[in-house]
């Protein structure tokens, strides 16, 4: 079992860093207003959310080798401001706010959709888009970067079993879905889950190979997770 910790990533800052100052350390009371604060100014649409969002989808599929859409179907926007890492980024003055969205692909074959992790920037206008997953998942985005650490572990150790010739340089979930919950899942706050569980399966696809991975995650109740592979529940197909 594992606790997730929060990890910074690198961002192109554009422009003067103009976000509103937040202060995680500081007086509780005025951290809620100023998250509150943040969530109220209007959600990034438009024409530059579609150029940000189609931006980092293009970027994923042409990493993987993956078909490159030219038809999206973008989902709602869901803040993820206390997710520790975007916390962070705000706080430092890089970003104004973060949030994360699914993404269908209308003119792909068939697949799960992908998450975007979507940011706007410090100067309250710039959009940046950045892959941060493919399938259902309940996790936030630091959370969800450990628990691919995870379950990527997991599956390359069952692959070098089963088939030692198989030798990915990169492995990405191609579909992650949750298939428990338990009954006192707190509600999305900002991101993150206070209290609850619950439980999702990863799946990779190296060599046409198919590896399917189980995953449980159990809230901390102070912003982080815990997360426990059933080393046991893995199945690979060949």
């Known amino acids: 079992m594992r606790l997730a910790a929060c990890a910074m990533i690198a ?38 959310l579609a150029r940000a969002v189609g931006a980092a989808v293009t970027a994923d599929a042409r990493q993987r080798g993956r078909c490159v859409p030219a038809k999206l179907v973008i989902g709602a926007l869901s803040p993820v401001t206390l997710d520790g890492m ?33 940011f706007r920037m410090a100067d309250g206008v710039t959009l940046q888009g950045i892959f941060s997953g493919q399938g259902e998942s309940l996790a936030w985005p630091t959370l969800a970067r450990e628990g691919l650490r995870a379950t990527v572990g997991h599956a390359v150790d069952k692959l070098r079993r089963a088939d030692p010739k198989c030798a990915p340089k990169d492995m990405t979930a191609t579909d992650v879905k949750v298939v428990d919950r338990s009954a006192d899942l707190g509600p999305d706050v900002y991101g993150i889950r ?33 997360w426990d592979i059933d080393g046991g529940g893995i199945v690979y197909l060949p």
């Open 11 to 48: 961002l192109s800052v554009a422009g003067a860093a103009t976000a509103a100052t937040l202060d995680p350390l500081g007086d509780p009371a005025q951290f809620q207003r100023d998250i509150e604060e943040i969530n109220r100014k209007p959600l990034p649409d438009g024409e530059a």
């Open 86 to 118: 975007v916390t962070a980024t705000i706080a430092s003055g890089q970003i104004e706010n973060g949030w994360v969205t699914s993404v269908k692909l209308e003119d792909c074959p068939p697949a799960a959709p992908i998450r975007i992790l979507l």
């Open 194 to 226: 206070l209290k609850g569980s619950w439980r999702e399966l990863w799946t990779f696809e190296p060599c046409g190979h198919r590896i399917t991975v189980p995953i449980a995650f159990r809230t901390n109740g102070a912003g982080g997770a815990y």
